[in-house]
């Protein structure tokens, strides 16, 4: 199995992260995948192999519409204050934390998944707990304890924010476990659209 420095190497020409220029340029994600299962994101293809993943909703007019939320989310405007707010108090990039809501939830508070992850940044029930989220259904309660849980991971991967998601989406123990981002596709591709979206929301 190859180890996720691999696949941040890839990943690395469109993801902006500690390491990276601040100021990330836009362009469309192109995806290839290796026979053993490891994915490769870029936004500078070198061969045929790789396909469009993602592209880049801000230069292609017509694929605006793929970037709007769905019918059933509130407005996103609705929540600027309450993110504005805990990113100032944990000190996490209000973008990231857009990026994550509309990954998670598509800005639905009342979301809730087949597994029980509950409100806007799908918290789990033991996860909220341990947050001392009071209720994952209030915006207030569940941003604060979401990006509470983004600043925890991000401490502990030394700020590598493609870690940080990969242990949001599968569980810190899993990262752990992988030395990196797991060798799931779900969860590869999780970190590869809330960075691409990140960028969206700059």
Request: aromatic share 10%; hydrophobic share 40%.
């Amino acid at each position: 199995m190859k180890p996720y420095a691999i696949f941040l190497i890839a990943a690395l020409a469109v993801i902006p992260s500690a390491l990276c220029v601040p100021t990330a340029a836009r362009a469309d994600i192109y995806r290839y995948e290796d026979p053993d299962g490891t994915l490769h994101f870029t936004d500078a293809p070198t061969d045929k192999r790789f396909k469009v993943f993602m592209r880049d909703i801000k230069k292609d007019r017509k694929l605006r519409t793929a970037f709007k939320l769905p019918g059933f989310a509130r407005n996103p405007a609705e929540f600027e204050p309450i993110i504005s707010s805990y990113s100032r108090e944990f000190g996490v990039d209000s973008s990231l934390i857009k990026a994550v809501i509309h990954a998670e939830s598509g800005y639905n508070p009342n979301a809730v998944s087949p597994k029980g992850a509950q409100g806007l940044m799908q918290l789990m029930p033991k996860t909220a707990q341990g947050l001392k989220v009071a209720d994952s259904l209030n915006p207030s309660d569940n941003i604060r304890g979401g990006v509470r849980y983004l600043r925890f991971l991000l401490d502990t991967f030394k700020g590598n924010e493609s870690l940080a998601l990969a242990a949001y989406n599968s569980g810190l123990g899993t990262v752990a476990k992988y030395g990196g981002i797991p060798p799931y596709q779900e969860t590869r591709t999780y970190v590869a659209k809330v960075l691409s979206y990140r960028n969206n929301y700059r």
